[in-house]
């Protein structure tokens, strides 16, 4: 264990959207899905697609309910694919659905 911390700050810009504007605005659908699993850790996710966009500009992402994805470019000259497994899926039954989606309204309140 370490006893050094570090404090990390992101300047994120906010538009206030004033409330007689709020009827021009609806809340986004959710799409029906099949699969979701948790994701690999961000930093590597980003070490690998950082890599992957000096190759092309498109990528796919493939996922199972095994706890499997993938990421994958393929291009003229190379297709790279990397694999991720044991990342689980989290429980998306009615319950936990409309939590998510009550959290996700009442944070752009």
Known sequence: MSSTSRVV???V???IVPRRLWHEFKEPSMPDFHVSV???PLKT???VVDRMKN???FLVMEANL???????IET????VTTHFKDLGNPPWGKT????AQLFVCRRRS
């Open 38 to 40: 948790y994701l690999p």
């Open 66 to 72: 095994s706890g499997e994805m993938n990421l994958k």
């Open 55 to 57: 190759l092309s500009n």
């Open 13 to 15: 810009p906010v538009d």
């Open 45 to 47: 996710m980003k070490n």
């Open 9 to 11: 700050t992101h300047d």
């Open 96 to 99: 936990s659905f409309l939590s």
């Open 76 to 79: 003229d000259l190379v297709s």
